[in-house]
């Protein structure tokens, strides 16, 4: 059943003469019937009785117009704003838990309420989680927070981050700097293996893998604030995760002596993905209110 096989029954319906629907689609009288015959050898009904050489529309007719004709006028009207808009569409948006939870929200906020033909759908999941979607093509774009390295999957920076150390236990806070020696023996707390801070973080660590091992693996980063600011452990965290805490005193921060926990995030897209015009504008406007969206969170007092 296509879409011209049904204008041109509703067309039939409201002009019952074969030459004059035939006339204002650009077609003959005998592909018109053959389309209405088509139509009805799909439904397995006539729709129209002949009369007289004429299409005289019945009560099988009747009643299967009135069930499509608010379908097609939809579709017609879906189909003129495609064609006269170009900011319009449905984005599947996958992003790592710091940049779902305090980025995303601002930006996918400003640009709904900018762009109102769009909707915005976020997955939330680690890096590794995220490129898999955008190698399957479950998502239309990524944003995380390692690279992810796949023939599959081209990125560009997004912006920078900070990593803290951070603890619930207030005795450890000190205003000199640590050296990471001091703190190996601690117990750590990380997100699970996938996880880009935890990635990011650990590479930094190698030189100390001998006598450096997680105590402790969490799901999400509420969950390693939550187990921080109860026993006392160290975590490394995004900055812009733990500025609440931190400024409410559940958290604090720990200087390490000539470690500087930075690393940027990224935006990644399948190789072979189309982009459209509002799939683009999206993707600059990410990345345009970043910097401004990140400093905000940064800041929190």
Same mark, same amino acid.
């Given at each position: 059943?296509? /879409?011209r096989?049904? !204008?041109?029954f509703?067309?039939?319906?409201?002009?019952p003469?074969?030459?004059? +629907?035939?006339?204002?689609?650009?077609l003959?009288?005998? *592909?018109?019937s053959?389309?209405?015959k088509?139509?009805? =050898?799909r439904?397995?009904?006539? /729709?129209f =009785?002949?009369?007289?050489?004429?299409?005289v529309v019945n009560?099988?007719?009747?009643?299967?117009?009135r069930m +499509?004709?608010p379908?097609?006028?939809?579709?017609?009207?879906?189909?003129?704003?495609?064609?006269?808009?170009?900011?319009v569409?449905?984005?599947? +948006?996958?992003a790592?838990?710091?940049?779902?939870?305090y980025?995303?929200?601002q930006?996918?906020? !400003?640009? #709904?309420?900018?762009y109102?033909?769009?909707?915005l759908?976020k997955i939330?999941?680690?890096?590794?989680?995220?490129?898999?979607?955008?190698?399957?093509?479950?998502?239309?774009?990524?944003? #995380? !927070?390692?690279?992810?390295?796949s023939?599959e999957?081209?990125?560009e920076v997004?912006?920078?981050?900070? /990593?803290?150390v951070?603890?619930? =236990?207030?005795? /450890? +806070?000190?205003?000199? !700097?640590y050296n990471?020696?001091?703190?190996?023996?601690?117990?750590?707390?990380?997100?699970?293996e996938?996880?880009?801070?935890r990635?990011v973080?650990l590479s930094?660590?190698?030189?100390?893998?001998?006598?450096?091992k997680?105590?402790?693996?969490?799901?999400?980063?509420?969950?390693v604030?939550?187990?921080?600011?109860?026993?006392? *452990?160290?975590?490394?965290?995004?900055?812009?995760?733990v500025?609440?805490?931190?400024n409410?005193?559940?958290l604090?921060r720990l200087?390490?002596k =000539?470690?500087?926990?930075s690393?940027s995030?990224?935006t990644i897209?399948?190789?072979?993905?189309?982009?459209?015009?509002?799939?683009?504008e999206f993707?600059y406007?990410?990345?345009?209110?970043?910097? *401004?969206?990140?400093?905000?969170?940064a800041?929190?007092?």
């Amino acid at each position: 059943m296509t /879409l011209r096989q049904l !204008e041109l029954f509703l067309a039939l319906v409201k002009t019952p003469h074969l030459s004059q +629907v035939a006339k204002d689609y650009g077609l003959t009288q005998s *592909a018109v019937s053959m389309a209405i015959k088509a139509l009805e =050898d799909r439904l397995g009904k006539q /729709l129209f =009785d002949r009369i007289h050489k004429r299409l005289v529309v019945n009560e099988n007719g009747r009643y299967f117009y009135r069930m +499509v004709e608010p379908l097609v006028v939809g579709l017609k009207e879906s189909e003129t704003m495609f064609r006269d808009l170009d900011l319009v569409g449905d984005i599947r +948006v996958g992003a790592s838990s710091s940049i779902a939870n305090y980025i995303l929200p601002q930006i996918m906020y !400003e640009f #709904v309420e900018q762009y109102e033909g769009v909707n915005l759908e976020k997955i939330t999941g680690n890096t590794i989680e995220i490129g898999k979607m955008i190698e399957n093509g479950e998502v239309d774009i990524g944003f #995380v !927070e390692a690279d992810y390295n796949s023939p599959e999957i081209e990125r560009e920076v997004l912006g920078k981050d900070e /990593l803290y150390v951070v603890t619930g =236990d207030k005795n /450890l +806070v000190r205003a000199e !700097e640590y050296n990471m020696d001091d703190l190996l023996s601690k117990r750590w707390i990380f997100r699970e293996e996938g996880s880009g801070t935890r990635d990011v973080f650990l590479s930094y660590m190698k030189k100390f893998r001998k006598r450096f091992k997680p105590f402790l693996e969490v799901g999400h980063t509420e969950a390693v604030k939550s187990v921080l600011r109860n026993k006392g *452990a160290l975590s490394c965290l995004s900055q812009i995760s733990v500025m609440n805490e931190l400024n409410a005193g559940q958290l604090y921060r720990l200087k390490i002596k =000539d470690f500087k926990f930075s690393r940027s995030f990224y935006t990644i897209w399948h190789k072979n993905k189309y982009f459209s015009s509002v799939l683009q504008e999206f993707i600059y406007y990410t990345k345009e209110r970043y910097k *401004a969206v990140y400093e905000s969170q940064a800041n929190t007092d």
